[in-house]
């Protein structure tokens, strides 16, 4: 497997409320955690941050190799709970962070199964085939009124409600997540990442920019691509490469 990830400010924000964190722990483990801030210009990156370094040091410290399915679950709902009774207690106890709140994206993979967990309007996406799926659920109110059949998705797209965030962690004392397993089998792609990209490249463009971003190791063509459709955010993508069984037989 191969990881890589990088952060934008982008073209407007005058700060990066955007955090991540990645790292292999073996040849056929590794974690990824992607957060998006809110809650004013200070408060935004005081909780991604907190957040990504609660969470992915309890995953650096706790998921290592030959751990179960269940227990990786388990440590996954621990880290995310922990780091949400963090930042929800900070929000309380300092006036100037009142508020404030991140989204969140945390995925382990071990051999060839992603396990997810997410809550908020950040994402995950399966490349395979040269077909891109969306794994994770907006935890929005575009999200809710879409389901409901009450907008189309044109609508959705700029519905005055669209930034609305339902579940975000450390608003409350406790935080509902959605937890998923998936299969990534050799040649597909895993992309984890911000509003920020997504909402300013079309997904009908992220096919061609996932194989760019396979080639090169790197995943500046999606940030280019989400700056050159005009940057209103900050950008963060990670992509997990599940390399091509030919590429681990050579002798």
Do not use: W
């Not at 929800?88 to 071990?110: F, N, Q, S, W």
């Not at 908020?120 to 399966?126: P, Q």
């Not at 339902?166 to 509902?176: D, I, N, Q, S």
């Amino acid at each position: 497997m191969k990881i890589f990830g990088d952060t934008h400010i982008g073209e407007v924000r005058k700060s990066n409320q955007d955090s991540f964190r990645y790292r292999i722990l073996s040849p056929d483990l590794l974690y990824a955690v992607v957060c998006d801030g809110m809650g004013g210009e200070r408060g935004g990156q005081v909780a991604s941050q907190t957040a990504v370094e609660i969470i992915g040091n309890m995953l650096g410290r706790d998921i290592r190799p030959g751990i179960g399915a269940g227990e990786i679950k388990s440590v996954l709902e621990c880290a995310v709970a922990g780091a949400n009774a963090t930042v929800h207690d900070m929000a309380r106890r300092k006036p100037e962070l009142k508020g404030m709140g991140t989204t969140i994206v945390a995925a382990v993979v071990l051999g060839a199964t992603v396990y997810l967990l997410s809550a908020g309007d950040s994402r995950a996406y399966r490349y395979s085939k040269g077909e891109v799926s969306q794994l994770t659920r907006d935890h929005t109110v575009v999200q809710l009124l879409l389901e409901r059949g009450e907008i189309t998705p044109d609508e959705a797209k700029t519905h005055p409600q669209r930034h609305y965030i339902t579940r975000a962690l450390g608003v409350e004392p406790t935080l509902a997540t959605d937890y998923m397993e998936y299969t990534l089998r050799p040649g597909e792609l895993l992309l984890i990442c911000s509003d920020g990209l997504y909402n300013y490249v079309g997904e009908q463009q992220l096919p061609s920019l996932l194989e760019e971003c396979g080639r090169l190791g790197a995943v500046d063509p999606l940030i280019d691509a989400a700056n050159r459709g005009g940057g209103g955010d900050n950008i963060t993508a990670v992509v997990i490469a599940q390399e091509r069984e030919e590429a681990n037989c050579r002798g």
